[in-house]
């Protein structure tokens, strides 16, 4: 079984666009997390839902917008859809907060934006 | 600012040829520091976490140590199949966690 997947694994789409990334973990985890993987490799947190209320929501774009309808599943709506959102996003989860830093993490979505 | 600057940025090796990879990092008040593997085109997978200085962890060919400055993943007797990109982070207060760019490790035959 898969424990943390995301849908879909390719985006593919024009600027100006709205669209959305879903993610479920079937680990009984309490957190989870959204994060942006640029062309460097470099991996930077967006988001964090604990039990469905937002922790950490760092400085992105309003455009960007986390759900969580219950503690399995984080979806990540984007409005307005931009070039320089192309990247790969990650959704991942934790046990709890604290001991946060063991996560795992979903295969990703490549997003392209055209 | 916390930071974390993980070096060389890619690391070629032969099969059996062991080697170091760097993580230095600033944080204030570091909450553990963690080493993931990325293969291409995956999620990063869990390696390791360190919490305090002199503090080290082995699985398989892979060794990780921790002082109060750095972390060093060691590899010794490097395989093929140990071809993958390294990253390195940082918890710090808020509890997010903050990567390094990586190390690149190729492993030839």
């Known amino acids: 079984d898969t424990a943390v997947s995301q849908t879909p694994k390719y985006l593919v789409t024009q600027m100006g666009n709205d669209k959305s990334i879903k993610c479920e973990q079937n680990l009984g985890h309490d957190t989870m997390y959204w994060y942006k993987q640029d062309s460097k490799k470099f991996l930077k947190i967006m988001f964090s839902y604990n039990n469905k209320e937002l922790i950490i929501n760092e400085t992105v774009p309003n455009r960007f917008s986390p759900k969580s309808p219950d503690k399995a599943h984080l979806n990540l709506h984007i409005n307005s859809l931009e070039l320089g959102d192309s990247a790969v996003y990650f959704c991942?989860?934790?046990?709890?907060?604290?001991?946060?830093?063991?996560?795992?993490f979903g295969p990703g979505t490549r997003l392209t934006v055209t | 600012e916390d930071q974390v600057t993980q070096s060389p940025e890619a690391l070629r090796l032969q099969e059996g040829e062991s080697s170091s990879l760097n993580c230095s990092y600033t944080v204030s008040g570091l909450r553990g520091l963690f080493w993931y593997r990325q293969d291409p085109g995956k999620g990063p997978e869990f390696l390791f976490t360190?919490?305090?200085a002199g503090e080290e962890k082995e699985k398989e060919r892979l060794k990780a140590t921790l002082t109060k400055k750095e972390s060093f993943l060691h590899i010794t007797a490097p395989k093929p199949e140990d071809s993958a990109t390294y990253l390195c982070?940082?918890?710090?207060?808020?509890?997010?966690?903050?990567f390094g760019q990586g190390t690149e490790l190729s492993v030839k035959p």
């Open positions: 982070a940082v918890q710090a207060r808020g509890g997010k966690l903050i």
């Open positions: 991942a989860s934790s046990l709890k907060m604290t001991g946060a830093g063991e996560q795992y």
């Open positions: 360190l919490y305090s």
